[in-house]
């Protein structure tokens, strides 16, 4: 029987980086090796192992070692810390429900009635923070405390027309409207204006502070702004549309290579032909797009039962999924992933605002320090602390600019670093003539693919099967 003492010299304890487990190993294997519970126990203990102990295994190392001599067993098992759970910015309303035409009993699609739209009353709730859940301390099998992650406080990112209350945990509409949501998230309630036919030479162009629903066409040369959606029952021309939010068109954008449809949030569609369209989040499209200048923030989805991407270039900063991408002439069509042109532009700017708020602040501070130093002498007069108590909401403001700049660069760090999750999905088959750019790699196609997914990895374009 081999003493506590002795027993270094025939086992090793090592730990996980973190100290959640503990390992033992036989560095000397003696088929005479014997030990009791007891010696073992107190030789764990001299290496620091007081916490989570497999009783069952040394009891059976104590009985039979040789089952161990040639493996590596987690001797001691801690308790992991659990991280808390991020708050978050519940809707009081499903906003994606209402965007569905009416569905007749005889099932029919009655894009007529687009009326069932998110509208909200002066004063009633729209949104409200749910608080971060507290997490749990874990312990290292050395007996330590093991410290857990807290969960992120969520915050309403306020556009026009709302209201948040004291605490800033509930969100309520400050006019009569329609709830949109805009670029980065922000939850607005802009009022609605409705065009009960074309936008044609009747209407003239239309230049609208909330939302937008048009019950007919948008013809070739006419303009659409609403800061908030654009809802149209029947198809697009060459014409321009412009939104804050989303843009969704029953029918199907006919460009003539002419006119924009821009969005700041996603454009749903049935089909996009030798047409020019910019989202800052998803373009979805149920049909196909043919010939046309594609570019989406997130992701361009067209992966229905037609699903075609035929000619032209479609960029998205994260995916692309189709069914079919170009044809059997090999039509050249560009698809390329992983750009997001306007983000950095974004984090550019956030950058040169945060300098700016950094160099007033230092302004303010250094002029604070002068007016306390009067105030702790009993010498400010009262034009001075007026002064004082402007400057001290100037720099209460500024801190709260610096943090949400601050949050929103992290934010972008993380979606420019994220080139890892960048891909195109090919539902079906991929003819020669298309192009794959992922970041700064291109990749030309050949030969006709089927069920594929392209994604980078390690300095080129990889296929994995499409599943």
Request: charged content about 25%; glycine content about 10%.
């Amino acid at each position: 029987m081999i003493g506590h003492y002795a027993l270094h010299q025939y086992l090793s304890i090592t730990f996980s980086d973190d100290k959640g487990i503990a390992y033992l190993q036989f560095t000397k294997k003696d088929e005479n090796f014997s030990c009791s519970v007891e010696d073992l126990e107190a030789f764990l203990h001299n290496q620091e192992v007081r916490y989570g102990i497999e009783r069952d295994i040394v009891q059976r190392i104590s009985t039979n070692p040789e089952e161990y001599f040639f493996s590596k067993v987690p001797i001691a098992i801690g308790d992991p810390a659990v991280n808390g759970t991020d708050g978050r910015v519940e809707m009081a309303m499903d906003l994606e429900e209402h965007r569905k035409p009416l569905v007749k009993e005889d099932g029919s699609v009655d894009y007529k009635d687009l009326v069932r739209l998110n509208n909200v009353l002066k004063g009633q709730l729209i949104a409200k923070v749910i608080p971060p859940q507290p997490g749990k301390s874990g312990r290292t099998v050395t007996g330590e405390e093991m410290p857990f992650k807290a969960g992120r406080e969520a915050r309403f990112k306020i556009g026009k027309n709302v209201v948040v209350d004291q605490d800033e945990s509930s969100m309520y509409a400050a006019i009569d409207g329609l709830v949109t949501l805009t670029d980065k998230g922000k939850v607005n309630v802009f009022p609605v204006y409705e065009v009960n036919g074309d936008v044609d030479y009747s209407t003239g162009n239309i230049d609208f502070v909330g939302t937008v629903v048009i019950r007919g066409n948008v013809l070739t040369g006419f303009t659409v702004r609403s800061a908030g959606d654009i809802r149209i029952v029947g198809g697009v021309e060459g014409a321009e549309l412009y939104a804050g939010g989303s843009i969704e068109i029953s029918g199907g954008i006919i460009g003539y290579n002419k006119g924009l449809v821009s969005a700041g949030k996603n454009v749903k569609v049935s089909f996009i032909q030798d047409g020019n369209v910019v989202a800052g989040e998803d373009i979805i499209v149920s049909q196909s797009i043919m010939h046309s200048n594609i570019r989406a923030g997130q992701n361009v989805l067209c992966n229905g039962a037609k699903g075609l991407i035929v000619g032209g270039v479609v960029q998205a900063g994260e995916k692309v999924s189709a069914r079919t991408i170009g044809n059997t002439m090999s039509t050249a069509t560009a698809i390329e992933v992983g750009v997001v042109p306007e983000l950095r532009n974004e984090i550019n700017e956030l950058r040169q605002e945060l300098r700016l708020l950094l160099e007033n602040e230092d302004k303010t501070n250094k002029a604070l320090y002068l007016l306390n130093q009067l105030a702790t002498g009993g010498q400010l007069p009262p034009d001075k602390a007026a002064l004082r108590i402007k400057l001290n909401a100037t720099k209460q403001q500024h801190m709260r600019d610096e943090k949400r700049v601050k949050e929103r660069v992290l934010e972008i760090e993380r979606m420019l670093e994220d080139t890892g999750r960048a891909k195109v999905e090919v539902v079906k088959t991929i003819y020669g003539g298309s192009k794959i750019v992922i970041g700064r790699y291109t990749r030309f196609i050949k030969d006709p693919i089927e069920r594929i997914v392209f994604m980078y990895s390690e300095g080129d374009i990889t296929i994995s099967p499409y599943v």
